[in-house]
């Protein structure tokens, strides 16, 4: 018997529909980007202990009207694009029992070795594309380091840096303080 991926021919191009006919539970990430379907590896613990460890910090702060979130949650803007942020943040009157379509408050995400340019330079361009109001780019490595980029004009500015024991003070999408060395922590 064939998967649904075996049947694909490379030309074919994905929609957010084709997504929802399978499932796979091989622990890959499956995403769309303008048709192509991407799929990465799971995350490794380092990554997923940031990721607790962020979520953690920004779910104290946050407001009621908002909801963090954390991956595996879609966020599809059109029919060819689905992506999942490691971290997230909407407001709760935009979320339902399906994927997330409305621009999302933020989007985090936590380079990998396997996702480093993928998330720097593809993500970062589709999120800016569908109104994600801010992005942070999260490095393990080195730190770690957090870059937060702001949405203005259609392009994302970079906002805020640091690395180890750097206390970066956001405001958007709520204020609220993160030191990178405290996620490994």
Do not use: H
């Given at each position: 018997?064939?998967?649904?991926?075996?049947?694909?021919?490379?030309?074919?191009?994905?929609?957010?529909?084709?997504?929802?006919?399978?499932?796979?539970?091989?622990?890959?990430?499956?995403?769309?980007?303008?048709?192509?379907?991407?799929v990465s590896p799971s995350p490794r613990p380092k990554h997923?202990?940031?990721?607790?460890?962020?979520?953690?910090?920004?779910?104290?702060?946050?407001?009621?009207?908002?909801?963090?979130?954390?991956?595996?949650?879609?966020?599809?803007?059109?029919?060819?694009?689905?992506?999942?942020?490691?971290?997230?943040?909407?407001?709760?009157?935009?979320?339902?029992?399906?994927?997330?379509?409305?621009?999302?408050?933020?989007?985090?995400?936590?380079?990998?070795?396997?996702?480093?340019?993928?998330?720097?330079?593809?993500?970062?361009?589709?999120?800016?594309?569908?109104?994600?109001?801010?992005?942070?780019?999260?490095?393990?490595?080195?730190?770690?380091?957090?870059?937060?980029?702001?949405?203005?004009?259609?392009?994302?500015?970079?906002?805020?840096?640091?690395?180890?024991?750097d206390e970066v003070r956001l405001v958007l999408p709520y204020?609220?303080?993160?030191?990178?060395?405290?996620?490994?922590?």
């Open positions: 018997m064939t998967t649904m991926l075996e049947q694909r021919r490379a030309s074919d191009a994905w929609t957010v529909d084709d997504l929802d006919q399978f499932l796979e539970n091989d622990g890959n990430r499956y995403e769309l980007v303008d048709g192509t379907l991407v997923q202990w940031i990721s607790t460890e962020l979520y953690r910090a920004l779910d104290r702060a946050c407001p009621a009207e908002l909801k963090v979130f954390y991956a595996p949650l879609d966020w599809q803007p059109n029919q060819r694009n689905s992506l999942e942020p490691d971290l997230l943040v909407v407001p709760k009157k935009d979320v339902g029992d399906g994927p997330l379509t409305t621009p999302l408050r933020l989007a985090v995400e936590i380079l990998s070795p396997s996702s480093r340019l993928y998330d720097t330079k593809v993500k970062f361009a589709k999120y800016a594309e569908g109104g994600v109001a801010s992005y942070w780019i999260v490095d393990p490595d080195g730190g770690p380091s957090i870059v937060a980029y702001d949405l203005v004009d259609g392009d994302y500015v970079e906002v805020a840096r640091g690395s180890g024991d204020p609220v303080a993160v030191t990178p060395s405290a996620l490994l922590g």
